[in-house]
């Protein structure tokens, strides 16, 4: 099951978003007594913060930590972080977003390009995916290469790498924004990642089977299937 959240910069789109994943995420564990490997489901506040290899992960720790080790951080619960951090505004960003997902145990993966990649940082059984934003992999897969790359290619290499992690998770919410309505013809560059984003986000609209567009903080349907946990 896959939902596409929508919004402009300062909508809401993001806490709408860890808000649903969280609650979908709680809907599928109340069917499972235990974790994957028989690790006992964690149920304190203890946070950690972890980075390796370029990888920042938090999650919430129980007492049962000593009882599972490093598996017991795979909840299943997972964010993907498309940011690429090049300066100290970005870390800056880096520390507010994860200061913000405090205490609600998402594993974060950070993958700027190649998003299917991420999937490698995650253990087998129910995943409960958040990816954000698009807007951030569409510009890393167009412009941190050495070469820029075109808006079209860009577009193609994500939406396959979206679809592909969409069939190996059990519920995945992706954040982008709208990037089309201020009217103005920017530099040729520019408008071609707007393109890219337009083509992107049409093509995970038909993908997903929940399209959500926030408005001031006010989630608007925009199309809707039932949700299975």
């Not at 598996?71 to 977003?97: C, F, L, N, P, W």
């Amino acid at each position: 099951m896959m939902v596409l959240v929508i919004g402009g910069s300062g909508s809401g789109k993001s806490a709408y978003a860890e808000e649903l994943a969280c609650g979908l995420w709680e809907d599928g564990k109340r069917t499972e007594s235990v974790l994957p490997d028989g690790c006992v489901n964690p149920g304190g506040s203890k946070e950690e913060y972890v980075e390796d290899e370029g990888n920042i992960r938090d999650v919430s720790l129980g007492d049962s930590e000593n009882l599972c080790g490093l598996a017991e951080k795979h909840t299943g619960k997972y964010y993907i972080a498309a940011m690429q951090v090049s300066d100290g505004e970005g870390r800056r960003r880096v520390r507010r977003h994860r200061a913000e997902r405090s205490g609600k145990g998402f594993y974060t993966i950070e993958q700027p390009v190649r998003i299917e990649k991420a999937l490698s940082g995650m253990r087998e059984g129910r995943r409960t995916v958040l990816l954000e934003c698009v807007s951030n992999l569409t510009g890393n897969e167009m412009f941190a290469g050495a070469q820029p790359r075109s808006g079209a290619d860009a577009a193609e290499d994500i939406i396959r790498g979206i679809e592909r992690i969409k069939e190996h998770t059990t519920h995945l919410i992706v954040v982008s924004n709208n990037v089309f309505e201020d009217g103005i013809l920017y530099e040729s560059a520019t408008m071609d990642y707007i393109r890219a984003m337009g083509r992107i986000n049409c093509e995970l609209a038909a993908l997903a089977d929940r399209v959500v567009e926030v408005v001031a903080g006010i989630p608007v349907p925009v199309k809707d299937h039932e949700i299975n946990a």
